[in-house]
């Protein structure tokens, strides 16, 4: 496959609209989130540098604040407002070898973006050593998300991108979430609603297991993204729709 990763339009970009521009309630908040598959949770609930991995593994990947970064956080949410670095210490071996055994992955976050204008793309997450070495990243491109996924049939940066549509991101609290299933088939979804649907051939038997895990920036911290991450959480199969509507009724704070 060359070029960009087609993409399937599912509705009128009017209709889109409607669940990109307002974040949806907060609902109930004691909706249970989903936990089958779940490699890496982060709820940002201990304030300090360090970030805790609240998902019940056997290998629980904590994320450090770089003393000089311009991040911190507070109230349930981690805030860049500058060039920083929020990683973890140790490669995320377990979280890439369980995605690579069932060839499937799911990347969900709760974002608000400082602007419109940050290319790059600005890593939101990242699992990946450099620009141009990854299993995935989830970024932002001016005013749409992007994904960039590592397979057999890519190169070893995860390129072709795969895109949600122009105007898709804004400056809201955002529910956002990318699948791959073990058939190829990737998606976007944002506030729950299913906005770009594309096939990413191959396999990911060739996913490095010593890559580390970061939030706002790219590990060389020449690819910086600024705003707030309320939740980020990955998982080893592909979310049903069902399921990630689910996690949306959670909420940004479960």
Sequence with gaps: MTGRVSVV?????ALLLVGWTHAPPAGAQDQARVTDGLVALYTFNDEGDAILDAAETAE??????AEDSSAEVSEGALTISGSS???SEQPATALATACLESNEVTVEAWVQPASLDQ???ARIVTLSSDPSTRNFTLGQEGDRYIVRLRTTQTNL???PDFEALKGSLTTDLTHVVFTRAADGIVRIYINGKLVALGQRLGDLSNWADDLRLG???ELTRDRPWLGSIHLVAIYSRALSE???????EAGPDA
Excluded: H, M
């Design 215 to 217: 939030l706002g920036n």
């Design 85 to 87: 670095l929020v990683a």
């Design 60 to 65: 629980p990947l904590s994320l450090q604040i």
């Design 242 to 248: 069902d399921e990630i509507r689910a996690n949306l």
């Design 9 to 13: 339009v599912l509705t009128a970009l």
């Design 119 to 121: 290319t790059g793309p």
């Design 157 to 159: 940066g995860g390129s």
